[in-house]
């Protein structure tokens, strides 16, 4: 079947995945395949901008590829590559740093945030952090990016940039992307406060085994309000009961929804009853995982792969781009 064209979606190498990062993004990865060329990106470089040390990175990197791979990102269809393996985005990541001002850079509220986070280290790559993106984005020509809500500023700033290139040298070399607004549930951590990330520790890995699954999951947070077994509890203020609209058949999420409101179910039963779901709709992605772990080689070569077929659209889309500056 013919493809509606190219998307691009890149992430950090944060090791590991969790369930935050598998319903916010790889399960629409997955899906996109079907309608779209899709590329996907590990982007290392990115990491660079804030990481204290890099020992972990080349780990990080294999464990991210791995539960990408394991959930049904297909790469004989889509491209999957690690960013710096393609050194072309970091010449079309110094083009574009010509054409955008400054001022721009660091009104972003995104920029504000790092700066929050890293006060230490406000260095150079941080504030051109949207730029390197952007250069991710175009030196595929890609057609559409998926994007959560709060990454919209970015986007735009992808298209602005891509106009104000394509103005300056007269040329429409390079192509605007499209946004793909997509529908995420929001995934609270364990905590049930914030949003589930591996840095709060307060996230759930997809590779942890059903035993280890449990285990955390009985560690939620539920309704502060219910104390005892006997407190009528409201799941509405509850992530154990969000996680079970995700995870549980319709007849459980109704069934919590009224036992949890006349105290007919406990806390302890309603969080086993979450992870045997959970470990249930994560059975096959754990079992192609440890497959695919047997042979790690594959997980490079798949990488390596990637990278080369990458490499071929960069190339094209530079050569493209050298002419249309004027270079020699
Ligand atoms: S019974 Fe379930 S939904 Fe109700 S408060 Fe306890 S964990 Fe939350």
Not at 85 to 105: A, C
Not at 291 to 319: C, F, H, Y
Request: aromatic residues 6%.
């Amino acid at each position: 079947m013919a493809k509606k064209g190219r998307v691009f979606s890149g992430a950090r190498p944060t090791g590991r995945q969790h369930l935050g990062n598998y319903l916010g993004a790889i399960k629409n990865y997955v899906a996109l395949q079907d309608e779209y060329d899709c590329i996907y990106c590990i982007v290392d470089v990115h990491a660079l901008t804030t990481v204290d040390t890099t020992a972990d990175l080349k780990q990080n990197t294999y464990e991210m590829a791995l539960d990408w791979l394991a959930a049904g990102i297909r790469p004989d269809e889509s491209i999957v590559f690690i960013q710096s393996q393609v050194p072309q985005v970091m010449e079309l990541h110094t083009f574009l740093s010509m054409v955008t001002p400054l001022g721009k850079l660091t009104d972003l509220p995104t920029f504000k945030d790092k700066v929050r986070e890293h006060p230490h280290n406000v260095n150079l790559g941080l504030v051109g952090y949207p730029v390197l993106m952007t250069a991710d984005i175009v030196l595929y020509k890609t057609d559409l990016v998926p994007v959560g809500i709060d990454q919209q500023p970015h986007i735009e700033f992808a298209r602005e940039t891509v106009r104000s290139f394509n103005y300056r040298y007269n040329t429409n070399v390079l192509v605007e992307p499209a946004m793909k607004v997509t529908e995420v549930p929001k995934v609270l951590g364990t905590d049930g406060q914030q949003k589930m990330s591996k840095s709060l520790n307060n996230h759930i890995e997809l590779a942890l085994t059903p035993e280890e699954t449990q285990k955390v999951v009985m560690t939620m947070v539920t309704d502060p309000q219910r104390i005892r077994r006997s407190d009528p509890g409201d799941p509405d203020v509850c992530n154990v009961f969000t996680m079970h609209k995700i995870f549980s058949s319709a007849q459980e999420v109704a069934m919590v929804n009224t036992e949890c409101r006349r105290a007919g179910i406990g806390c302890v039963d309603c969080k086993k009853l979450l992870a045997k779901n959970i470990n249930a709709h994560l059975a096959p992605l754990r079992e192609k995982r440890n497959e695919l772990a047997q042979r790690p080689d594959e997980i490079w070569d798949v990488l390596k792969d990637g990278g080369n077929r990458a490499r071929v659209i960069a190339e094209q889309t530079m050569s493209e781009v050298r002419e249309a500056i004027g270079l020699a």
